[in-house]
């Protein structure tokens, strides 16, 4: 993500991070802080305990976008990829409720981390292909 002109991702966190809360919460940008509504605290989540990202080391957005009338979550890993068990969980809650699944995993160069997610999507077939043509022309995701 970009706060005030500044890219932030793994290793390179937000400027206006004091590493426990924001040295200028009150005048943080609409997007992405204000809109952020992180799964883990949003009124009657879903997630077990166990879901908390700083243990299940992934962060999930629910109702991020929708596809044919279905929501769509979405989920990015806290560090490079999303543990098995909380990627297994979340595409699990995916198709009990019919909610389509977009994940992220971080890509790494010569062992450092770019700027750059590969995202994957899990649900149904036309989804993964609508997913499929919008990376193809390099278009926002939601
Ligand atoms: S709330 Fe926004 S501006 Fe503040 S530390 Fe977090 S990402 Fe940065």
Known sequence: MTIRGCDVYPGHPCPH????GCDDYANRPHDPCVSFNCGWIVNDSPLPDWMKPSNAKVIVIFNKTVWNGLPVD?????G???PGRALNWLKGFAQRHGRPLLFSEQVKENGIYTREQMFMAHGPAAFQQHTAQLLAQKKSLW
Request: proline share 8%.
């Open 17 to 20: 991070s004091t590493g426990s």
């Open 74 to 78: 979405v989920a990015v890993p806290v």
């Open 80 to 82: 490079r990829r999303i």
